[in-house]
């Protein structure tokens, strides 16, 4: 009997990994012009049907002229509908949090009424990524 309970509890764990582990969460741009935020994962919005979705930040370092640099971030997005957002901010903890983004994430971001970026964040989860990368043939 405790083998049959041995096996039973064995094939429930197999079962439930394989359940588990090519979960896909996709999560559309969505921009709310009244909160002053969005947020959604970089694939939804690559691959979805309509022609407006986008969501991505980045950074742009320039050269002063005088041996220095300028940088600044941003953020932007676009949702199905069409309403955009966009920021900017030189806050180097921003920046940070811009630089540690990867290829395939969630990103959301808020922003006051001056379009300056008050809150970006990233999540880059497994689940975030295509269901098949197409390799280079």
Known sequence: MKRLVSLVAGAMAMISTAAFGGSVQPFPVDVDLV???????MVTARYSANE???????IR???????GTFSFGFCQAEDRD????FC???DAALLDAISSS????FITFS?????????????NQSFYLPEKLKSNE
């Open 35 to 41: 909160a002053l935020t969005a947020n959604g994962d």
């Open 52 to 58: 407006n979705e986008f969501i991505g930040c980045g």
């Open 61 to 67: 370092i320039f050269d002063d002229g005088a041996g």
């Open 82 to 85: 069409g309403e955009r957002a």
């Open 88 to 90: 900017n901010s030189q």
């Open 102 to 105: 990867g290829d395939f994430g």
């Open 111 to 123: 922003y006051d009424e001056d379009g300056v970026c008050t809150r970006i964040g990233f999540s």
